[in-house]
């Protein structure tokens, strides 16, 4: 037997307790999403934890996106997310190809989601901040000192992490950028992976999957008491697991009888992008490669009026924007609006069919 494989598999034991707990609905459906959710989590842990780990010889990786299926967080079904393990003590060059993508924003962060699920912001760079050559091509750096030119994306002392948000509006007619990152300045030689490495590197794992888990369960803790209810409930605890400060959050619950909707009704501000994203209990998205569980400000069809009408229904009410609850009875929900000049409230109603 190996003392590290047996520690990891009894680690990963304990992490099923989140499925009992006093709110999480026990019905087949949330249960068996738990299963694959906790699959999922630790797909992204070890890939982010175990591999890509040496911020000398970092690289983008992609979990959350179509081929891995990885869904934190209340994740957008337009986004492409991709990370690169880095360090404060280093510098940084991000290069790559701008493509057509229309948002397009990288951020410096202290990970902590395997200490106490929350990810702390110490920079921001945006796409029409950089600068592109005749062939759209990009390079800038990262790093705690200010280079003397060209677009920079402030590290602190102790980022241990950039992130990558691309935002589509229409995904089949629009190319994402393309990156890649080098470290300027490592400073020590690679070294063989060692039995005491790969046990902290695996401990690392099991303590994100459970502090990312925690953090969103205790996010639908708080939502579940207010379910078909929207108000702002402030923009911190968003930013803190990891949020684009460009971005104003709403979030919340929604449950729902077979017979009935939740209309939703808003005035739409100027802004770049907004959506409307339909969740599970565990703040994952539904299904929308299949069906229709999200709208954004491409795909959305506004009243005459330029307001916009949303209905939340297990069958189409053939009116408004129909979001299909996909066999669930209950979950969470995330409306964005992005770089917008303001931010309006939505009303919401629950009626009969």
Not at 33 to 61: H, K, M
Not at 112 to 135: K, S, V, W
Not at 305 to 321: K, Q, R, S
Not at 322 to 334: P, Q
Request: aromatic letters at 10%.
């Amino acid at each position: 037997m190996n003392a590290t494989w047996d520690k990891f598999c009894a680690d990963l034991l304990s992490l099923g307790d989140i499925l009992s707990d006093e709110i999480v609905p026990q019905d087949p459906l949330t249960q068996a999403e738990g299963v694959r959710y906790l699959s999922r989590l630790l797909r992204y842990a070890t890939i982010n934890c175990v591999e890509y780990t040496d911020p000398r010889w970092p690289q983008f990786t992609s979990a959350p996106n179509p081929n891995m299926m990885t869904k934190i967080g209340a994740d957008n079904p337009d986004n492409v997310y991709m990370r690169a393990n880095i360090t404060g003590r280093y510098s940084y060059r991000i290069t790559g190809t701008r493509g057509t993508v229309p948002l397009l924003t990288f951020g410096s962060r202290v990970n902590r989601y395997h200490i106490d699920g929350t990810m702390l912001q110490t920079g921001d760079l945006h796409g029409h901040d950089l600068e592109l050559d005749e062939h759209g091509r990009f390079s800038f750096i990262a790093s705690v000192e200010k280079p003397d030119a060209g677009a920079w994306l402030p590290l602190a002392p102790d980022s241990n992490l950039i992130s990558v948000r691309q935002t589509y509006q229409d995904r089949p007619n629009e190319v994402p950028a393309e990156l890649s990152i080098e470290c300027l300045d490592p400073d020590t030689e690679f070294e063989p992976l060692t039995p005491e490495q790969i046990e902290g590197r695996l401990t690392n794992a099991v303590n994100m999957v459970r502090g990312t888990a925690k953090t969103f369960l205790e996010w639908s803790r708080e939502f579940q008491p207010h379910a078909n209810q929207i108000f702002d409930r402030g923009q911190e605890q968003f930013q803190n697991a990891g949020g684009d400060p460009t971005i104003f959050y709403l979030h919340g619950y929604w449950k729902l009888a077979e017979d009935e909707a939740w209309v939703i009704e808003t005035e739409v501000p100027d802004c770049e992008y907004f959506n409307f994203v339909l969740q599970n209990f565990w703040v994952e998205s539904l299904d929308y490669h299949r069906t229709n569980i999200y709208i954004n400000n491409h795909t959305a069809k506004l009243n005459e009026d330029g307001t916009l009408t949303i209905v939340v229904a297990a069958e189409d009410p053939g009116y408004g924007n129909w979001i299909n609850t996909d066999s669930h009875s209950e979950g969470t929900w995330a409306l964005r609006w992005i770089k917008a000049e303001s931010h309006p409230i939505p009303t919401s109603k629950v009626i009969k069919l």
